[in-house]
């Protein structure tokens, strides 16, 4: 069965630091992959995509994240974290020609001033 | 609209009732799914939507669901019978499809209080 795991319920991070969300599915074949963040009040929005190729993708925000298909990751970066990206952050999974995905249970995102 | 739009954003709704939600995607937008986020949890899937056709309900945790999507564009998913684990926060995200690139543009989503 497909799954993806994110075992960070809530991370906390001062600003200016690094950051780094971990993120592991469980597939047959290489799946699509996605980051969604959803801050108080809002929808999901995507900050970046993974579908083949250079395994180190860019998106928006500053974020990037890297495909590592022998660790079944895909975890989430950001060199310098800003207070607005406190938020909750989602790893999805996308299959059968995008007709279904599977959503982590998301990190808590905390930043310190 | 420039975006999803979900209705209502809030529901109360008492043990039994029935509650009907809405979904309004963006126009053009082929596929529309659904998904229940409960307290502290991902979006779990509940069901798909290519135009008017629901091509899979598979998500749909009992014959209480109900969605729908006559026109190929609003939509709405009815819970019959309301239970108190049916409590959550209801997601409704539309996208172009397979011609596009995958990505899902969500509403704000309906929270359901059912007491």
């Known amino acids: 069965a497909q799954s993806v795991t994110q075992p960070d319920i809530h991370i906390t991070v001062s600003e200016g630091a690094s950051l780094e969300l971990r993120c592991n599915y469980s597939?047959?074949?290489?799946?699509?992959l996605f980051w969604y963040v959803q801050s108080p009040g809002q929808g999901l929005q995507l900050l970046l995509k993974?579908?083949?190729?250079?395994?180190l993708v860019q998106g928006i925000k500053g974020f990037e994240a890297e495909f590592k298909r022998s660790q079944s990751s895909f975890n989430l970066r950001k060199p310098s974290v800003h207070w607005s990206d406190a938020a909750e952050y989602f790893c999805?999974?996308?299959?059968?020609?995008?007709?279904?995905?599977?959503f982590g249970s998301g990190t808590k995102l905390n930043v310190k001033p | 609209g420039a975006g999803v739009s979900q209705s209502p954003r809030y529901k109360v709704a008492k043990r039994g009732q029935d509650v009907a939600l809405r979904c309004d995607p963006i126009?053009?937008?082929?596929?529309l799914f659904w998904y229940q986020q409960a307290l502290g949890q991902g979006p779990e899937f509940l069901t798909y939507?290519?135009?008017?056709?629901?091509?899979?309900k598979s998500g749909l945790p009992s014959d209480r669901f109900f969605a729908e999507r006559p026109e190929g564009s609003v939509s709405t998913l009815k819970i019959q019978r309301t239970q108190q684990e049916d409590s959550a926060v209801y997601l409704c995200?539309?996208?172009?499809?397979?011609?596009?690139?995958?990505?899902?543009?969500f509403g704000e989503g309906s929270r359901l209080t059912v007491l």
């Open positions: 995200a539309s996208s172009f499809g397979q011609q596009n690139t995958g990505e899902l543009f």
């Open positions: 597939y047959g074949a290489t799946p699509y």
């Open positions: 993974y579908f083949s190729g250079d395994t």
């Open positions: 999805a999974v996308g299959l059968y020609n995008f007709n279904k995905f599977y």
């Open positions: 126009s053009g937008h082929v596929s």
């Open positions: 939507f290519q135009n008017e056709a629901q091509l899979d």
